[in-house]
């Protein structure tokens, strides 16, 4: 069925084609590509928030210089390590070498790259997830592409804008270690518009207006391309039992094929991705304003219930699970939905790609450290501009 259809070409896994992100990905490959000829190492770090576009660009240009190039690749999610000093042996196995144990992984692992002709590319998705003591593994993979007799390609990539500067700060006090820096911003409402539409590609199963109106909305929230296709496919499905309904209540002659012929198909229209918008990703969504430059309510509340906490004295960090229920407790106080825990990690991610926030990831999301990387005392006088946020911050803690 059509239906069927529309669904299946609004999938979040790695598209056949990128839109609105030409700019970055002819970057990126001119980046890699420079240095497959000339045979040199280099390192560069991609920052954005969730689904806006990076892991997807990088895929692509895997796919490209694999067919034009003989070079090594790995490629690694860190999320799915157990611990980070296993990244080294993940690496090695990538790359086809001989098995060893997880103690001789990375001086085998710098062996090899003394021992190769031609660069070995390696890119490591979900960088941040590799915490160590002192973040000495993060810093050993940075400073590979720097030694003189290694020859390294490094692609890192993660949400926060300010990784290398904030994490690393040593890469800094040399310019050799200092990687090459790409930010993907949040999608704006056209790109996401065309993202749709190039999707559905000749399926009308959504109206124009449904398209324009999803777009506006998501992009005014996080600028995150998964959501909005996520709120499409999920506003076809509520059409699509609509319309099953609605042909089990049929008399039996309206069940012939001339007569099913004759009924214009049903479409998604504005109202249902306006319900699935206001049931799946509640009022962060919905209470958007539609500035695309403007802090989102949800994101306004979050900084606010932090700063609730900091203020109290007691904290200066925060676990995820706590700054949630204090959260929930301010949206009830001034009667708005707080969104689930699920979403609240969501708002906080991009908080941090922002730079408002600081996140330290631990292996459950609750427990996810939670600190103001921007001056406090600054950030309370901008948000007390808001009469609603002003009657937030005056108020204690709630219980």
């Not at 796919?63 to 390590?81: G, S, V, W």
């Not at 559905?200 to 506006?216: H, K, N, T």
């Not at 709120?231 to 094929?257: F, M, T, W, Y």
């Given at each position: 069925?059509?239906?069927?259809s529309?669904k299946r ?7 056949d084609f990128?839109?609105g992100r030409?700019k ?9 590509t420079d240095?497959?000829?000339e045979?040199?190492s280099?390192?560069?770090y991609?920052s ?7 892991t ?5 240009i895997?796919?490209?210089i694999?067919f034009h190039h003989?070079n090594?690749i790995?490629?690694?999610n860190c999320?799915?390590?157990k611990d980070s000093?296993?990244v080294?042996?993940q690496?090695l196995?990538?790359?086809g070498?001989?098995?060893v ?6 001086k085998a692992l710098e062996?090899?790259f003394?021992s190769?002709?031609d ?7 979900e960088i941040d997830q ?7 593994v ?6 590979w592409p720097?030694?003189?007799d290694?020859k390294?390609i490094?692609i ?5 804008l300010?990784l290398?500067?904030r994490?690393l700060p ?14 993907f911003?949040?999608y ?5 518009t065309d993202?749709?539409?190039n999707?559905?590609q000749?399926?009308s ?12 909305k998501?992009s ?5 391309a998964r959501k909005a ?8 499905e ?7 309904g ?7 002659d309206?069940n012939?094929?001339?007569k099913?012929?004759?009924t214009p198909m ?7 991705i306006?319900k699935i918008?206001?049931?799946?990703y509640?009022?962060s969504?919905?209470s958007?304003d ?9 994101q ?6 932090l700063?609730?906490?900091?203020k109290?004295?007691?904290?200066k960090?925060?676990l ?8 929930s407790?301010v949206?009830?106080?001034q009667?708005?939905?707080p969104v ?6 969501s708002v906080l991610?991009?908080?941090?790609s922002?730079?408002?926030?600081i ?6 999301t609750?427990l996810?450290?939670?600190?103001l990387?921007?001056?406090e ?8 501009d808001k009469?609603l946020?002003a ?6 803690i709630?219980?």
């Amino acid at each position: 069925s059509p239906y069927q259809s529309a669904k299946r070409s609004l999938h979040t896994a790695k598209p056949d084609f990128l839109v609105g992100r030409e700019k970055e990905e002819s970057e990126i490959e001119k980046f890699i590509t420079d240095r497959i000829k000339e045979k040199k190492s280099g390192s560069m770090y991609i920052s954005g928030a969730p689904g806006t576009g990076k892991t997807a660009v990088v895929s692509h240009i895997l796919d490209r210089i694999k067919f034009h190039h003989t070079n090594q690749i790995a490629f690694i999610n860190c999320m799915m390590l157990k611990d980070s000093n296993t990244v080294f042996k993940q690496l090695l196995e990538q790359l086809g070498t001989s098995p060893v144990k997880t103690k001789e992984a990375m001086k085998a692992l710098e062996k090899y790259f003394r021992s190769v002709e031609d660069p070995v590319l390696l890119v490591l998705d979900e960088i941040d997830q590799l915490d160590s003591k002192h973040h000495h593994v993060l810093y050993q993979i940075f400073e590979w592409p720097a030694l003189q007799d290694f020859k390294v390609i490094l692609i890192g990539i993660a949400n926060a804008l300010d990784l290398t500067d904030r994490i690393l700060p040593r890469l800094q006090a040399s310019s050799s270690c200092q990687p090459a820096l790409i930010n993907f911003p949040p999608y704006t409402t056209s790109q996401i518009t065309d993202i749709i539409k190039n999707r559905l590609q000749q399926d009308s199963v959504l109206e124009p207006a449904a398209i324009s109106f999803c777009a506006r909305k998501i992009s005014a929230v996080a600028g995150d391309a998964r959501k909005a296709l996520d709120v499409c496919h999920r506003a076809i499905e509520l059409v699509e039992s609509d319309v099953r309904g609605q042909q089990v209540l049929k008399p039996a002659d309206c069940n012939s094929p001339t007569k099913r012929h004759q009924t214009p198909m049903k479409k998604v229209t504005v109202m249902h991705i306006s319900k699935i918008m206001s049931e799946v990703y509640s009022s962060s969504v919905n209470s958007a304003d539609g500035s695309e430059h403007a802090l989102p309510l949800q994101q306004k509340l979050a900084i606010c219930s932090l700063l609730l906490l900091v203020k109290s004295g007691k904290f200066k960090e925060v676990l995820l699970g706590k700054l949630h229920e204090t959260y929930s407790n301010v949206c009830k106080r001034q009667q708005m939905v707080p969104v689930d825990q699920s979403e609240f990690h969501s708002v906080l991610t991009l908080l941090d790609s922002r730079g408002i926030i600081i996140m330290k990831k631990a292996k459950e999301t609750r427990l996810n450290k939670i600190s103001l990387k921007l001056d406090e005392h600054e950030l309370e006088q901008t948000l007390k501009d808001k009469t609603l946020m002003a009657a937030i911050l005056s108020d204690k803690i709630p219980k």
